[in-house]
């Protein structure tokens, strides 16, 4: 396989490129920068790896970074959910300009297959007791830019790959977690600050839909390589509570405090000032954005990752204590030396 992966020095497309390079494929990192950007020269050191600058708002550079190549993984987007004024229309443009970009270069290339991440946010998140989404819903509540941005792009790049006949298929993962980041995530911020004791307090009545990033990476392979088409959720089949992800990561590290009750609900309101002030108090990051919490106020996460299993085999291979633990490692290995 000759390979191009956007975002390559991302959690999810460094992984998918290590991935790729230890099958013996030939790969180009797309990246924003060679030089400014964290991960490329580990990226550039892999075996059969080749690092490319390829701004997905850039045409030119795309197409050109596909010259040659079968198979497209466009992974590349913004991903945040506490932004500063501004920073919404441009996390919406990048994720929806950049999918489109992504697939007309791939069409005037004449690529074989594009296999794309969306995520499980551009599913409706459910009430207690509701049946699992599955990849025949969309998320109707688009308040959260994060979540605009996902289901515009991914509905973007499908219409246009139909009007190209094109091949795409797009991959729904869960929260990423797991090893391999060279900078935080909105993911791993929520596991750096349970570990800083961000809920000593109280847990939110909410979970979690996690995926570690080595499942997620084999599911994006196994679309690429086989037989598929449309959307597919990548997700653990049980989604952790905050609850249970705060006595996981206590059993991994007994000094991580475990949540002692669940948040009442009156203390929701309350989140965004709690998430202040363990970023200011302790240096916990700061997850807790307001369009976030109303739209899942009295909702959880809940998909059904049957397709994926039943078309391409794929489930679950690395439990979510191996990727939690994995997840920990990887925190304090990047962490400045003093």
């Not at 790969?27 to 550039?44: K, N, Y």
């Not at 705060?246 to 009750?261: G, K, S, Y």
Request: avoid cysteine; charged fraction near 20%; aromatic fraction near 6%.
């Amino acid at each position: 396989m000759t390979a191009l992966v956007t975002g390559g020095n991302g959690h999810l497309g460094s992984t998918i490129v290590r991935m790729l390079s230890e099958s013996g494929a030939r790969v180009r990192a797309g990246v924003l920068s060679r030089e400014a950007e964290p991960g490329v020269a580990q990226i550039a050191a892999l075996p059969g790896v080749e690092v490319v600058e390829a701004n997905v708002l850039d045409p030119a550079a795309l197409e050109a970074a596909m010259a040659g190549v079968e198979t497209v993984f466009h992974t590349a987007a913004i991903y945040a959910y506490v932004l500063k004024p501004g920073d919404a229309e441009r996390l919406i443009r990048t994720s929806v300009e950049g999918a489109a970009n992504a697939v007309r270069a791939a069409a005037r290339r004449r690529v074989r297959k594009v296999v794309m991440t969306s995520s499980v946010v551009t599913l409706p998140p459910k009430r207690r007791g509701e049946p699992a989404a599955t990849e025949e819903e969309w998320a109707n509540d688009l308040a959260v830019p994060y979540f605009r941005a996902k289901v515009e792009a991914e509905r973007t790049a499908h219409a246009l790959a139909r009007d190209l006949n094109l091949e795409l298929v797009t991959i729904l993962p869960g929260s990423i977690g797991g090893p391999g980041f060279f900078r935080n995530t909105p993911t791993i911020d929520i596991i750096e600050g349970i570990a800083g004791g961000s809920m000593r307090m109280a847990a939110p009545d909410q979970n979690l839909p996690w995926v570690d990033v080595r499942d997620a990476a084999r599911a994006h392979l196994l679309a690429a390589q086989g037989p598929a088409s449309g959307r597919y959720i990548a997700a653990n089949d049980a989604f952790p509570s905050f609850m249970e992800l705060t006595r996981l990561l206590n059993a991994i590290d007994p000094a991580i405090p475990v949540a002692p009750r669940l948040a009442p609900e009156a203390m929701i309101p309350l989140a965004r000032f709690f998430d202040w002030l363990g970023n200011r108090t302790m240096g916990t990051p700061r997850v807790v954005a307001p369009e976030l919490l109303r739209t899942m106020k009295g909702k959880i996460w809940a998909a059904s990752s049957a397709r994926i299993a039943h078309d391409l085999g794929w489930r679950p291979e690395v439990s979510i204590e191996q990727s939690l633990a994995d997840t920990l490692r990887q925190i304090v290995a990047n962490r400045p030396a003093r």
